[in-house]
Structure formats: structure tokens, C-alpha cells
């Protein structure tokens, strides 16, 4: 150990020789004795009541180097009969020693270094001779809880810091707190930090504490590190133990934070890291449970500050939102949105502005799935609104990708909400929204986040289109989900690859609905049938039952324009698929959507068939349907399925004698009219006003005679 006298050591320890005896000169004498070895310079001091203290000033490091310092001068055999007292918190020793021992302290200190060498070497060899049995193997965590390796601490000859350490850690029921048969070099704290992150990453825990325990002449002090596996967590410098071996304030302080620290950083190799690609529900469930665990604990409830404690909440919520997403299960999604709503009563809008907004976007997510899968719109409203508040902080002036991300997740939200309105006005601010994002989310500058944005602008434009009686809006949606493309592949970003085929598939669903031949329902096919190899059931299963839905419905069109019914009753077979996992207690405008669609199939199927039977079903899909799309939650929606029931009354009126299916229809299209307005829907309102004619028609052939006209 090399000792350096310079003024950026962190302590400096004066060493003080009292000697006890009476110069035969009296009077103040100061004389430099010697500048060598390990103390520069030596002074000898002739005090007025005739005592003489020998003074050197010892440059070091920290308070283990300055007790081995003193041991040395104990040990040495010129200096047997030294007595040296020691204070380790003031950092200073007092050495009494008679006259003659004299020039033997000076001789000590000159040579400090030569001893410190030939005191190393026979520890040594000493340790050799009594070297201890290989260390134990590393122990397993917990994966439900948060684990904490306490090494063996240095010196801690008996283990009763170690012990200490472990029985107060065991007091939090969210920690796993496990002894680790290892020991870390303190003498150079860089290399003692490399090895308990190397033993944090080789045993999976995350975090492990190590130190020094220090004892000399009945004083003690206990300095411990605690160290993660991920090296943007830097190591602590100090956690401290007061007095009566208990973790101060400041050091449960630290340790809380270290674990908001591996809450984020865990949330973000888990999540962030796999964005656009599906997580393993098996590595998301005891990642959410040891945080559950964690934030309910008792102790943890006294220890953790409000500060941590929001942000586990906020990536807790991060967590269930990403298993909501994927399960196709509601309650994550509720539990995340009251995570976030938890975060936000320590991230306020004036204490923490930045944080407020970025758990308000992620409470916008989580409402906006969950709105998506509900029958109403106050979800999605408060989604909307939850995304206006992150759009106060993040204004594109001041973070700009920020700002495009929230405009991008509010065109989401105001496009669902659209496609529930009669008008298109929650349609075109959808637009609006989304192209706001592509001002600043370029595809040089970040690729995803402009394929992203290019997929939902898509979907806007898709609905806006199948409103409309032309293809405008339809080819532009097939536009940006080909742009999205170029970078949504299926190596990079599966889960998002097979979304954006998806779309492009129901975009060219509608379009080739409104084109004479089949080329765009074949491309629709063959995008829905790609999506299908990531989107499967057991992965993703709301997600696949779209999908099989969405092929479904392009198979239903290519079978309405064919002779044969082949395609029409993979159709069915599609939509029936889809219900296993779109059920009503689940997802019931889904539910609906899709029994729509089965009817819809049936019905072209039945007009092929001689009998009834499908007809009948058809009936019995559209009433179903009805029990969810209201006119009061959905009315386009509603009207759509009422225009379609009719048509399936109408065939079935023709095949059967009495008028009481045909007047059934009349009902139906009428009702279809109420909301299939000029102005809002003038497409539907003719198909509409002309099946009402056609019907009319047939019963006043029958000799029935209505209001209607």
C-alpha cells in the first residue's frame, strides 16, 4: 500500500507521540527530524511544562488503511510497549510512549512502508497455512420477491453485522434477504465494486450488500456498499449502520431507492426492450407480483418513500398494462390505470411536471385499451382526456418526440371514439392528430415511431372511408400501411408487423368491396393469413380472433362474388373461430361486431341454399348483435346491423308464405334510416332506402299495405 500525501486523500490521520520525560533544555524548541517513508515531515516539539510530542501527518484513504497503519507501529518490535488509543470517527490515534521510545517511532515511520510489506507477506502466508473451504454455491432468488444478497462482511470475524443485516431485511415480507457465502476485496473499492456486480449478475439477484466492519480497542464502525447487476445503477458509497447496528434513516432511504431503481430498469429489460414484440406472460407475472408484494408490505408502507413508491407504481402499471394488451383481460388493464392514478398522487402537475405528464399519457394507453374493449365511451373519453393533460408539459417546443408520441396516442383514442359516432368529426381530429406526430416522428429519425404513426393515421383513414361513397380515403390508408411497412418487419417488430398486415387486409377489405374484381380481397387474404403467423391464439388471443375475423370478412366478400359457397363457409368457420375467444362478457362490441359478420356470411350463404336453415341464423347472429349495439351506445353501428337484419327477412320473407319476416324487415330498414342520414352516411342511407322499396314491394304484391315509402 503506496502512501500518498496528498491533499485529495479523503481523510488525514495525525499520528501523536506523547513522550513522558523532562529535556535538559527548557523553553519552545520545533526541529525537522526527517522527510522519508511514510510520513513527511516528523517534528519534534519541546513544550513549556518539558513534555515532547513528536508529530506526523499520515495521508489515507479511509479509516480501514489508517487502523492497519497503527497495527503496524503496535506490532513492530521496537515500539512493545507503545500504547495507542484510537477514535475512528474523529479519525485520529494517541500513541504514549516513554522517552526512550523515542527514535524508535521515528524509525517506524520512516520505514513504514518496508514493515507494511513484511507484515503482508506473513499474513499471507498465515492465511495459507489456514485456508478456508471452497465457498458454498451462490443461492436461487425468489422471483416473486425482490432478493437481496448480504456478502460476507470484512472482518466481521463472528457474523454479527452480517446477521444484523439479514434479520432487519427479513422484517420487509417483499424481500428476499439471503446470506452469500463470498467476500469482497474492499482494499480498492473500484475493483470491490466489480466483483459484487460479476456476483450480482451470476446469482440473478438484484441487489447484493457488501463492506467492512473496523474494531480497535473496543470502538467500532461498520461501513457497507450495496452493488446491482446493471451498470447504469451506480454502486452506493456508503450505507451506514448507526450506533446500535440499525440502518439509519438515510441508508433505509438509499436502499428503497436502489429498489425503485431495479423496479425501472427491470420494467424497462422486460418491456421497453421488447416493445413490438410479445412478453412472456411467465416473466411478467412474478414481475408484477413482487411488486404488488412490495408496495402492500407493512414495512415497506413505513420505509419506501412516497417518491419511490410512485415510481413502482408507474412501472407496476407499465407491467399490467403490457399483460393486459396481450391476455385480452380486463382486470390488468383496470389495475394499471389505478396504478397510474396511484403514481399521480405523489407526481403532481406543480411538484413534478415532467413525470405527471408521461403517467398521464401511459393512464391515456391504458383507458384507450380498455375503452376499446368496452360497450361505452367513457373510457375513451377519459383517455382523450388524460392525453390533453400530457399535451400541457409536453408541448412540442420543449420535447418534441414527446409531443408527437401523445399526439399519435390521442389520434388512437379519437379514432375509437369515431368509429362509435354517427359524425366523422372524432374521425378527421384523428387525422389531424396523427399528422401533428409526422411533423417531428420522420423515418430518418426514428423509424419505428414513424411506422408507428403511418400504421394509425392508416386506420383513421380506413374508417373514414368506409363512410364514404368513393375510394379516396380507402387507397391512402393502403398507402400508409404499406409506408409502415418498409420498417414494421416481421424480424424486427413482430407483434407490430402482424398488426400493420392486419390493417392493410381490412383496408383492402373495403376497398375491394367497392372494386368489381377480386384483387384487393386476395391481397387482403393473404395479409390477414401473414398476421396469423405471429398473431396466434395462445400469444396473443384477442388479437388472433380479430385477425380471423377480419379474414372472415374478406372471405365473405370473395364468396359473394363467386358461384360456389366454399369461401362463404370458411367464412363462417372464421367468424365461429373468433367467438371462442370475442365472447360478450369479455369484449361485447366485438362479440357484436362479429356476430354481425356471421349473420352477414349466412345470409349470402342462405340466399345460395334451398332450405332456411342458414337463413335462420342469420336472423338469430343480427338479433343477437342488437342486445349490444344499441342506438344509444353505437349508433352507426346499431343502424348497420338493423339495414343487414333486414335483408336477412327479406330473403327468408320470399322463401316463406305469410308476410311476417317481410314485415319484419320493413321494420328493420326503417329503422336503418333513422340514423343513415344523407349528410352523415349517404352510402348506407341508398342501400338502405332501397332494400325499404324492395320489401314494400313484395308485400303489396301479397296484398299488405303499409305507411311506409
Request: overall charge neutral.
Amino acid at each position: 500500500m503506496k502512501i500518498l500525501s496528498s491533499p485529495t486523500m479523503r481523510y488525514s490521520i495525525i499520528v501523536l507521540l506523547l513522550l513522558s520525560f523532562v529535556f535538559h533544555e527548557q523553553g519552545a524548541v520545533a526541529q525537522t527530524i526527517g522527510s522519508q517513508g511514510a510520513c513527511s515531515p516528523v517534528l519534534v516539539h519541546s513544550t513549556v511544562s518539558g513534555s515532547v510530542i513528536v508529530s506526523c501527518t499520515f495521508y489515507q484513504k479511509d479509516l480501514e488503511e489508517s487502523a492497519r497503519l497503527l497495527n503496524i507501529i503496535q506490532r513492530s518490535e521496537r515500539l512493545s510497549t507503545t500504547k495507542i488509543n484510537i477514535s475512528l470517527d474523529k479519525a485520529n490515534a494517541v500513541l504514549t510512549a516513554s522517552a526512550s521510545d523515542r527514535e524508535k517511532f521515528i524509525g517506524v515511520v520512516k520505514n513504514y512502508e518496508r514493515l507494511l510489506k513484511a507484515y503482508i507477506a506473513r499474513d499471507e502466508r498465515e492465511r495459507r497455512l489456514q485456508a478456508p473451504p471452497p465457498p458454498e454455491a451462490l443461492p436461487l432468488p425468489d422471483e416473486k420477491r425482490f432478493s437481496i444478497g448480504v456478502l460476507h462482511i470484512k472482518n466481521d470475524r463472528d457474523k454479527n453485522v452480517e446477521g444484523i443485516i439479514l434479520r432487519t431485511l427479513d422484517a420487509f415480507s417483499s424481500i428476499q434477504a439471503v446470506e452469500f457465502d463470498r467476500t469482497i476485496d474492499t482494499t480498492n473499492p473500484d475493483r470491490g465494486r466489480e466483483q459484487a456486480r460479476a456476483l450480482a449478475k451470476q446469482s440473478g439477484f438484484d441487489v447484493v450488500i457488501w463492506g467492512t466492519y473496523l474494531a480497535y480497542n473496543g470502538k467500532s464502525k461498520t461501513t457497507l456498499s450495496w452493488t446491482t447487476a446493471d451498470e447504469t445503477i451506480p454502486s452506493s458509497k456508503e450505507l451506514s449502520l448507526s450506533d446500535a447496528f440499525d440502518f439509519t434513516a438515510d441508508s433505509w432511504q438509499q436502499l428503497s431507492d436502489v429498489l425503485g431503481l431495479v423496479t425501472a430498469t427491470s420494467a424497462t429489460a422486460l418491456i421497453d426492450a421488447n416493445e413490438g414484440a410479445y412478453v412472456e406472460e411467465n416473466k411478467l407475472y412474478p414481475f408484477i407480483k413482487r411488486m404488488h408484494t412490495l408496495l402492500i408490505s407493512d414495512a415497506s408502507k413505513n420505509e419506501i418513500s412516497s417518491e419511490v413508491r410512485a415510481k413502482i407504481s408507474f412501472f407496476l402499471g407499465n407491467a399490467l398494462y403490457t399483460l393486459g394488451e396481450q391476455s385480452g383481460h380486463k382486470a390488468p388493464l383496470e389495475e394499471a390505470a389505478a396504478a397510474y392514478a396511484a403514481a399521480l398522487q405523489e407526481y403532481t402537475h406543480a411538484r413534478m411536471p415532467l413525470e405527471w405528464a408521461a403517467t398521464q399519457n401511459n393512464l391515456g394507453n391504458a383507458l384507450k385499451t380498455l375503452g376499446e374493449r368496452e360497450a361505452g365511451t367513457v373510457s375513451l373519453r377519459k383517455a382523450v382526456e388524460a392525453y390533453d393533460n400530457a399535451l400541457l408539459v409536453y408541448t412540442r417546443e420543449r420535447v418534441p418526440l414527446e409531443w408527437a408520441t401523445i399526439q399519435s396516442n390521442l389520434g388512437v383514442a379519437l379514432a375509437r371514439l369515431g368509429e362509435r359516432a354517427s359524425g366523422a368529426e372524432s374521425l378527421h381530429k384523428a387525422v389531424e392528430a396523427y399528422t401533428n406526430a409526422l411533423q417531428e416522428r420522420t423515418r430518418e429519425r426514428v423509424p419505428l415511431e414513424w411506422a408507428a404513426t403511418q400504421n394509425n393515421l392508416g386506420n383513421a383513414l380506413e374508417r373514414l372511408g368506409a363512410r364514404e361513397s368513393g375510394t379516396a380515403s380507402l387507397q391512402k390508408a393502403v398507402d400508409a400501411f404499406t409506408a409502415a411497412l418498409q420498417e414494421r418487419t416481421r424480424e424486427r417488430v413482430p407483434l407490430d408487423w402482424a398488426a400493420t398486415q392486419n390493417n392493410l387486409g381490412t383496408a383492402l377489405v373495403t376497398l375491394g368491396a367497392r372494386e368489381s374484381g377480386t384483387a384487393s380481397l386476395q391481397k387482403a387474404e393473404d395479409a390477414f393469413t401473414a398476421a396469423l403467423q405471429e398473431r396466434t391464439r395462445e400469444r396473443v388471443p384477442l388479437d388472433w380472433a380479430a385477425t380471423r375475423y377480419n379474414l372472415g370478412t374478406a372471405l365473405a366478400t370473395l364468396g359473394e362474388r363467386e358461384s360456389g359457397t366454399a369461401n362463404l363457409q370458411k367464412a363462417v368457420d372464421a367468424f365461429t373461430a373468433a367467438l371462442q375467444e370475442r365472447t360478450r362478457e369479455r369484449v361485447p362490441l366485438d362479440w357484436a361486431a362479429t356476430r354481425y359478420s356471421l349473420g352477414t356470411a349466412l345470409t349470402v350463404l342462405g340466399e345460395r341454399e334451398s332450405g332456411t336453415a342458414s337463413l335462420q341464423k342469420a336472423v338469430d347472429a343480427f338479433t343477437a348483435a342488437l342486445q349490444v349495439d344499441t342506438r344509444e351506445r353505437v349508433p352507426l353501428d346499431w343502424a348497420g346491423t338493423e339495414l343487414n337484419l333486414g335483408v336477412a327477412l327479406t330473403v327468408l320473407g320470399e322463401r316463406e308464405a305469410g308476410t311476417t319476416s317481410l314485415q319484419k324487415a320493413v321494420a328493420a330498414y326503417n329503422n336503418a334510416l333513422l340514423e343513415f342520414t344523407f349528410s352523415a352516411d349517404p352510402y348506407d342511407r341508398g342501400k338502405a332506402q332501397s332494400n325499404l322499396n324492395y320489401a314494400l314491394g313484395l308485400l303489396k304484391k301479397r296484398g299488405v299495405h303499409t305507411g311506409s315509402n
